[in-house]
């Protein structure tokens, strides 16, 4: 997940700025109060809801801060914080966390806002550790995040579950950080994996592509990424543009990517992009052989605005929706927390906190231990049977594709449940 | 090519238009620099959203109920808020500082309440899914209408400032502050109804930004920054120097895209926007 964050103008970043250091004058005084009444509130509901064990058994603590506002909060909102709340639910509704002695404990959360700035994260990192003497930190949402708190909980000796960022490009987690463990992979095997289904398909296209990119983080890697695989395979790059991040309008773009005479579309995109570039293209019956965009396109809203019209659109990710685990997943998902997962990193951020779980049934709250299992351990997840492999999961969905519905992975195709890729993709339409 | 790029560019510029005109408007006559404009501009857009999916009408018949309640928000926001501020006030230095300390206070407040009631992610409906042809130039017709609507509103302004007494006090209120008050213009009457107008307006930007892309809480500050550079480049309070610099905006951003490099874009954008400073800092089109 690239971290769709940061300045979407220089003028954003200047606000940004201003939210920052204006923000502090009032911290001082308000959010210590603030704050601790939250902790009181949390506190409050966790008692009242529980009472009968809070009584006898201690709970469970564990926090997390993550972008509740600001320009991360619709990546956080969609794919980690439903996640959150869901497995607390989840866990709670169970009777609580299972210790090694087969015994249940409650489980206490307590959340903070990062208000989308890198270094209230870090603070808030701090403060769970330090203040509120968590027993576990769920991580925040976006590479940036991500990678900021790291060494923080290396130091504190937290195990760290990443599943909303991207494996930066050759970084060995266990060299770097030995209690990070890495959910999504990396760019070059998203980009791998599109060269590998171009390729698959022959004469089919006339392997060129027109390739455009967010100049941002996620969309400068991943582009860079895509260029050496796809050349690589020996398909041709006709157009590579990069845009800068709130682009309002892409229509000149597109119509330049359908001059280009490339019938293979691959736009390394934000959300937003993703649905204005999406849209542009339907309207304009742009209709290539190979659609791809970046994130957003695994958003439960993605097909909803362009009326479900999306059969064949290719992305990052995917899901293997025949899996009855899955199935469950999604309607609880829908259930709990009103909205539908997305069909990239929310299944992989729930994985995560089930091997959480489990690991501390078997390993208890000593954090080493936990982290050790989690890192040799087999586990069962809503994907199935998962053992990590030099702290990564080894078997990512590393491209989907819409298919009658449902955000479908083709990619590996050796992988169970995988869909067959369709290239050509239909007409938009129907 | 060049035909479509300029029609991309003039589309793209009257949406820009229709956002900044609101802007224009409460900072040029009721002299409020409104950093929660944009906000407010999100806040029609779920306005629009609650109405089209609640009561299944289209969005120009929300934008009827919409309109008015931007229209009474903004006017309440100014009698409680903004109007201690301006009594209090000894010069419009003053005013200006305390407005763009309140409205920054403003601005987390509607996008924490936002937040709490829809949700961080992004909102969105579809509606009228088409694409019209205007020589060669494919382009949603949503968009082709939040870009009409701007000239419609702008011109209808236009005539009225230009035109009716009404108008012409509130040319003094905006030029001549100071002098207003001499020839029996009662100032906060009409900055509280410029204030609310503009407020009105921002609504209207925000039903017309719903019909073509999904919205979420925190989009806000994006179209105040565009609405600033916008007005600033204009001239405070001059409406046809607002819809031309926004205008211009849109042509530099899609010819700069299309003839250069998409990267280039905010680059473009930023070197006008200082050569204007430079040049000519009371606008394009004040006098000075």
């Known amino acids: ?430 | 090519m060049i035909l479509s790029t300029i029609i991309f560019g003039l589309v793209l510029g009257g949406i820009y238009a229709l956002i900044a005109i609101g802007l224009t408007i409460q900072y040029g006559v009721a002299r409020i620099m409104n950093l929660a404009y944009g906000e407010l501009v999100i806040l029609g857009s779920f306005a629009t959203f609650l109405v089209v999916t609640k009561t299944g009408l289209n969005p120009f018949l929300a934008l009827l109920i919409v309109a008015p309640i931007g229209f009474v928000f903004s006017y309440a926001l100014y009698s409680i808020i903004m109007e201690p501020l301006e009594k209090r006030s000894k010069n419009r230095g003053q005013l200006e500082v305390d407005s763009i300390l309140v409205t920054f206070g403003l601005l987390f407040f509607i996008e924490g309440s936002l937040a709490l009631v829809f949700g961080g992610g992004f909102t969105g409906y579809t509606w009228l899914e088409k694409v019209v042809d205007i020589f060669g130039a494919k382009i949603e017709l949503s968009r082709v209408i939040g870009a009409v609507f701007a000239l419609v509103i702008g011109a209808t302004l236009y005539i009225l400032m230009k035109k009716t007494h009404w108008g012409m006090a509130m040319r003094a209120i905006a030029t001549r502050p100071q002098n207003a008050i001499f020839v029996g213009i009662d100032q906060s009457k009409y900055a509280r109804f410029a204030f609310a107008l503009g407020g009105a307006l921002a609504t209207v930007g925000g039903v017309v930004l719903s019909m073509y892309q999904p919205f979420t809480p925190t989009l806000g500050v994006f179209f105040t920054m565009k609405a600033l550079i916008i007005i600033i480049m204009g001239g405070v309070g001059n409406l046809a120097g607002t819809i031309v610099a926004a205008l211009i905006l849109g042509l530099v951003e899609t010819f700069v895209s299309a003839a250069v490099d998409p990267g280039l874009t905010l680059a473009a954008t930023y070197a006008i926007f200082l050569s204007v400073l430079i040049w000519r800092p009371q606008g394009l089109f004040s006098r000075a």
Not at chain 1, 83 to 96: I, M, P, R
Not at chain 1, 104 to 120: A, C, G, Q, V, W
Not at chain 1, 216 to 221: L, R, S, T, V
Request: aromatic content about 10%; glycine content about 10%.
């Open chain 1, 1 to 430: 997940m690239g971290p769709y964050r940061g300045c979407e103008t220089i003028s954003i970043c200047y606000i940004n700025f201003c939210k920052y250091n204006l923000g502090r004058f009032a911290m001082i005084s308000i959010n210590r109060r603030t704050a601790l009444k939250a902790a009181g509130i949390t506190a409050a509901s966790v008692t009242t809801g529980l009472s009968s064990f809070a009584q006898t058994v201690a709970p469970i603590k564990m926090g997390y801060i993550i972008s509740k506002t600001g320009v991360n909060a619709p990546g956080a909102g969609t794919t980690t914080i439903p996640n959150y709340e869901l497995w607390a639910d989840d866990v709670n509704k169970a009777g609580g966390l299972m210790m090694p002695d087969g015994k249940r404990r409650p489980l206490e959360m307590i959340t903070y806002d990062d208000r989308s700035l890198t270094e209230e994260v870090v603070r808030g990192v701090e403060r769970l550790v330090q203040q509120d003497k968590v027993d576990f930190i769920l991580p925040p949402w976006g590479t940036g995040f991500n990678l900021a708190v790291a060494p923080l909980l290396d130091r504190f000796g937290y195990p760290h579950l990443v599943a909303s960022s991207l494996l930066p490009t050759r970084l060995d987690p266990i060299q770097k950080w030995k209690n990070s463990f890495w959910f999504l992979g990396a760019s070059e095997e998203y980009a791998a994996s599109l060269a590998k289904a171009i390729s698959n398909v022959g004469t089919t296209t006339n392997k060129q592509v027109a390739l455009l990119s967010v100049a941002d983080g996620f969309g400068i890697a991943l582009a860079a990424e895509m260029v050496k695989a796809l050349e690589a395979a020996g398909i041709k790059i006709v157009l590579n543009k990069s845009y800068p991040i709130g682009t309002q309008s892409f229509a000149t773009l597109l119509s330049e990517a359908a001059a280009s005479g490339a019938d293979t579309f691959v736009a390394c995109s934000y959300p937003p992009d993703t649905f204005a570039l999406t849209k542009q293209a339907r309207l304009s019956a742009y209709n290539p052989k190979i659609f791809f965009t970046g994130v957003g396109t695994g958003f439960p809203i993605y097909p909803q605005i362009n009326e479900g019209k999306v059969e064949g659109v290719m992305s990052l990710g995917g899901i293997d929706a025949s899996r009855p685990t899955m199935k469950a997943y999604i309607e609880r998902h829908k259930a709990v927390t009103t909205k539908t997962p997305d069909y990239w990193g929310s299944p992989m951020v729930y994985t995560s906190l089930q091997m959480l779980e489990q690991a501390i049934a078997r390993k208890g709250l000593d954090k080493a231990a936990v982290s050790n299992e989690i890192r040799t351990g087999t586990f069962d997840t809503i994907v199935g049977k998962v053992k990590l492999v030099g702290n990564r999961t080894p078997d990512n969905w590393l491209l989907g594709q819409w298919q009658n519905g449902v955000f479908v992975g083709v990619e590996p195709s050796n992988l169970e449940g995988a869909g067959k890729a369709v290239i050509p993709k239909p007409a938009w339409g129907g």
